[in-house]
């Protein structure tokens, strides 16, 4: 009863992140594994995915929750691309210290 509820509540944050029922249900699976098993959720639940890339990536893992994570992982983009490429700024020149 207890894994019944756990699935509810997982579906339903899901459902939030992805629209479709089906990728929902899968991600929902996926994730209650890996938290079963004491690993962090794969799908973050404070993201929003396309369902066709997510399914995509849910399949290409299999049933490896490693292969899985992997896939999934590569479906999120830097919040900032290029950040890594900025070159700080020199602050003006003040005159003598005091």
Known sequence: MELQRRYAAEYA???RVVSDREVAKE???V???ALLLGQPRIVPSESRLRAGPLRNALARGREDLASIRRAVSGLFERAVPGVDRLVPTRAPERGPER
């Open 13 to 15: 944050s899901m459902l």
């Open 27 to 29: 991600a929902a699976r």
């Open 31 to 33: 994730n209650l594994s």
